[in-house]
């Protein structure tokens, strides 16, 4: 794919203080940036701000004082906005008693008290850092378990960032890769031709509650596919794995897949877990309890105080405040908000995904992004900072007037896709 590079100067975006920052930068940092902030700083356009001041409920400033409604919520984890009150309250008293200390706080039971009681499959909980802390540890509870190696994932399924998942190769070997099998995701007899290749040898298949990649839309789990993978693994004795980080507490706070009733074995949580504090947490059932002893999870910061204190009061929150329903409702408000625009403007658009992550495509932008890069671009200098092929993500900070502001920023953007192309 590629991005326009001919879109016009802004109001708003990349100004001084930002373009100096990213000088200073490329003197100390390899490429100026590392791993997916590099990716975004080479595929958006120039002008938009990489470099970030502050955050307030939905909204997040620039270096240059530069105010946006944001709607990428730091690529995920701001769940009830930023600097949420209850959330850095928690934060903060927890700090004033200590946070890295020789072993974990009460905060530790607590928060693993309020997961088991929450998520709907979960008999215990363990803690991390990030989402590939968290499947990779599930990955690796399932192959203590089972004693198997083979781990089943969707085709191009993002799950982390190690050598088994990593999307890009540079620095991976195949050998990293060789029990990672892949299926077609929905496809249920993919996924049964996939596991029959390697019977016996079936640790876990790991699957996203819907389907996304970089650039296609996004596509809800076919329930049939969802009870099929529950079958199967039921069927070989493996492990089903819900890889939550991305949708985790935003689809259902007992479980993405709990509508559909489907539980899976283990789920991995991270992203939103604690409002933006460094967290992230496996849970399972009790037939995985015995494994997770037998396996070596540790990090010299995997027992902070502080981010447990945050998960709880995020947790506590949405389940308090109905928070997944108030997302649902936003996005619901800003989809069709935007389709409607795009059909007074005559544009070709796609809204997908679930309303609280939605994700956007213009149809005529086959072998580029450029119709869709210009609309953002256009948004950005009206004060909405949206991203051109990454999933949206909404927070319960947003309300019904900021998503009318946010559809104020797309209607121009979808005029200045009329009138260029």
């Known amino acids: ?34 791993g997916h902030l590099s990716v975004e700083a080479n595929q958006l356009p120039a002008n ?40 850095e309250a928690a934060v903060r008293a927890q700090l004033d008693r200590g946070d890295t200390l020789n072993g974990p706080s009460a905060r530790m039971v607590e928060l693993a008290e309020l997961l088991v009681n929450t998520v709907a499959h979960a008999d215990w909980a363990v803690f991390a850092k990030n989402g ?14 089972t004693g198997r190696r083979k781990i089943l994932k969707a085709t191009t399924s993002y799950h982390g960032a190690n050598a088994q998942f990593n999307p890009f190769v540079n620095g991976t070997t195949p050998e990293d890769r060789a029990h990672i099998v892949e299926f077609a995701y929905n496809d249920l007899a993919s996924l049964e031709a996939a ?3 390697h019977e016996g040898d079936v640790a876990a298949v790991i699957v996203t509650p819907f389907f996304h990649d970089g650039f296609g839309d996004l596509a809800a789990v076919d329930p049939a596919f969802a009870r099929g993978v529950r079958a199967l693994c039921d069927r070989l004795g493996a492990a089903l794995i819900l890889d939550e ?19 899976p074995d283990l789920s991995a949580f991270s992203k939103a877990l604690a409002n933006g504090h460094a967290l992230a947490a496996v849970t399972g059932v009790d ?37 997944v329903a108030a997302m649902r409702t936003l996005g619901e408000q800003l989809a069709d908000g935007m389709r409607q625009q795009a059909a007074a403007a005559g544009v070709g658009f796609v809204a997908s ?18 119709r869709a890069t210009q609309f953002c671009f256009t948004a950005l200098e009206h004060g909405a900072y949206l991203h051109p092929w990454h999933n949206w993500f909404l927070s319960s900070a947003h309300t019904p007037d900021t998503i009318a502001q946010v559809l ?14």
């Open 287 to 323: 037939a995985l309890r015995d494994a997770v002893t037998k396996i070596y999870l540790t990090g010299s910061f995997w027992a902070q105080a502080a981010p447990m204190a945050a998960g709880i009061a995020t947790v506590q929150e949405v389940v308090a405040t109905d928070a």
């Open 353 to 370: 995904g679930h309303p609280a992550m939605p994700k956007i495509r213009f149809t005529d932008d086959v072998d580029s992004i450029d």
């Open 195 to 197: 596991a029959a290749r």
């Open 408 to 421: 104020a920023a797309t209607e121009a953007g979808f005029q200045a896709v009329r009138d260029r192309f």
């Open 245 to 263: 980080v991305r949708t985790g507490f935003r689809l259902d706070a007992a479980g993405s897949w709990e509508p559909l009733g489907v539980r």
């Open 48 to 87: 938009y701000p990489q470099f970030f001041a502050s955050g307030e409920g939905p909204r997040v400033r620039d270096v240059d004082g530069h105010e946006y409604l944001d709607l990428m919520c730091a690529w995920g984890p701001m769940l009830i906005g930023y600097r949420n009150p209850k959330v």
């Open 132 to 145: 590939t802390d968290a499947t990779s540890t599930s990955c690796a509870i399932a192959r203590a378990a």
């Open 1 to 34: 794919m590629t991005v326009s590079s001919s879109a016009p100067q802004t109001l708003r975006g990349s100004g001084p203080a930002d373009q100096a920052l990213r000088a200073r930068a490329r003197q100390v940092v390899p490429g100026g940036m590392w």
